[in-house]
């Protein structure tokens, strides 16, 4: 580890705001099973007075009131500042959460630096403000402004990314925001929150709080914010929008998924497991939008399972921080233990275990790791075809014709990404067009791309991030009558 990043780990950082500190976050390896830091979690006093600042910021401050030209300038700032310190971004991120560490230079710091760029480019053409004439023949002027104070709640899985794509719009749109990261992963936002001083933001402009779902709790449902961004599971987002309701608050939930890639009868089964593998086991499967439903054509199931399997037993598992490992650990016990459940209960479901389990991979001795796991020969009422296992656990489900392998990929309660994969990519439009996702991919998984808006339906949440709409998400529309001139 270089020398920034140990000033990061093995200390406890006081994140008080005055007054002698009780509770603490431990950050636990889950590579090694060891501590490696201890954060100080946040009181509600402390939440207060941080949403209070905020407020100051939008109330009396000047950043809301800026030329948007001068918002950019600060972000492009931070992308410069961020793009210098990447390689220590991406060693805590892996060492904290578990992320292989090529997998974090390239998606978990490599995104984040990305998108800054691509929202400073959205923000430098967007309309900011626009005349029309009315239809009783007097000008209206319509005017974005900042939506206010806003309290953004994100995961541990790729928490930078998921950072950004709300900490930068909101920059842009002239807004405050206290983040809150997850405790499994308060170190990365902690070198952020560094780098956001190295640039001089105004005083409550962004704010960073730790701590665990109480924390989150009394963030979410505080009467001094305007909104909520929140990335989560579903059930977590039920309580956000529940919480946000008392005080009308705004909220936008990006939640989760069980995603299906619809496998169409003339796709190579080569192409297929090499962009399954990396739609659905980066990360070791700990991604919203994985593809974790394989559909298939019956008559030929056996011949996809097969390369799927020789595709996922070839992957290198081991410690994150070799450049080699292409999957790493899951990022707690707890976490494992689900995973470890849900594969036990595929096989008493039926279905047959191609490859994987529950033991510990080979050459592994500690460390909350998960051998890649495929079930064959599944139905889609099984759970483990239901419910977001968030792990390298994927299901394969065969079809008879195009129709059912459609009805299969909508009977979900969830709506976030899908996919499929054939020769030709009309007819994969087509199927595209009849699943109830927000996203979809056609011979790839869905691609983050920064110019476009990501988000999901049903129980995979509402809102958008990521494009136009996702600036457009933390801004006010103002409309102004003008009485015509006599």
């Known amino acids: 580890m270089d020398q920034h990043l140990g000033e990061y780990l093995g200390i406890e950082a006081d994140w008080s705001l005055g007054g002698d500190r009780t509770e603490a976050v431990e950050v636990i390896s889950p590579h090694t099973e060891q501590p490696i830091a201890r954060v100080a979690a946040a009181r509600p006093a402390e939440v207060d007075a941080t949403v209070a600042a905020a407020r100051a910021a939008i109330d009396q401050g000047p950043w ?36 292989p560490i090529t997998f974090a ?26 005349t029309r004439t009315g239809f009783f023949g007097s000008d209206v002027r319509i005017q974005k402004q900042p939506v206010g104070v806003v309290a953004a ?10 950072i950004v794509t709300k900490l930068v719009p909101a920059l842009l749109a002239g807004c405050a925001v206290v983040l809150k990261p997850a ?25 960073v709080i730790q701590g665990g779902a109480a924390v989150g709790a009394h963030l979410v449902g505080h009467a001094g914010v305007d909104k909520v961004s929140f990335t989560g599971s579903s059930a977590a987002g039920r309580a956000v929008a529940a919480a946000a309701a008392a005080n009308l608050t705004k909220v936008s939930l990006e939640l989760g998924g069980k995603s299906a890639a619809i496998i169409l009868d003339d796709a190579d089964p080569a192409t297929v497991a090499a962009g399954v593998r990396s739609a659905s ?16 054509p019956a008559s030929r199931e056996h011949e996809f399972v097969d390369a799927l399997a020789d595709r996922m037993t070839a992957l290198v598992v081991g410690d994150p ?33 191609a490859c994987g389990g529950t033991g510990l991979p080979d050459g592994v001795d500690t460390g909350w790791y998960v051998r890649p796991t495929l079930f064959a020969g599944a139905d889609n009422s099984m759970r483990i075809a239901r419910e977001e296992i968030f792990g390298p656990v994927l299901t394969v489900i065969g079809y008879r014709d195009e129709d059912e392998a459609v009805a299969i990929a909508n009977d979900s309660d969830y709506g976030l990404a899908g996919s499929v994969w054939t020769a030709d990519p009309e007819r994969g439009i087509g199927i595209a067009e009849r699943v109830q996702t ?6 790839q998984g869905y691609t983050m791309d920064p110019f476009a808006p990501f988000g999901g339906v049903k129980d995979s949440g509402y809102g958008r991030e990521l494009g136009r709409e996702g600036l457009e998400g933390y801004l006010e529309t103002k409309s102004i009558a003008v009485a015509a001139t006599r």
């Open 183 to 207: 405790p499994e992963s308060p170190l990365d936002a902690m070198l952020l929150s560094d780098m956001l001083k190295e640039i001089g933001l105004p005083d409550g402009v962004v704010s």
């Open 64 to 99: 809301p009131r800026l030329d948007p030209a001068e918002r950019i300038a600060a972000v492009r700032r931070l992308a410069e500042v961020y793009a210098g310190r990447r390689d220590e971004m991406a060693q805590l991120i892996s060492a904290e959460m578990g992320a």
């Open 321 to 353: 921080a070799d450049p080699a490992t292409e999957l790493g650990p899951l990022v707690s016990r707890r976490q494992q233990q689900r995973v470890r459940d849900y594969i036990e209960l595929g096989q008493r479901e039926g279905a047959r275990l």
């Open 281 to 296: 086991l980066s990360n070791s499967g700990q991604i919203c939008n994985a593809l974790t439903r394989i559909v298939v």
């Open 105 to 130: 230079h390239r998606a978990q710091v490599g995104l984040p630096t990305m998108m800054m760029s691509a929202f400073c480019d959205l923000a430098e053409t967007y309309a900011w403000r626009e």
């Open 153 to 162: 709640v994100v995961p541990w899985n790729m928490p930078q990314f998921l």
């Open 438 to 443: 927000g996203t979809f991919g056609v011979n």
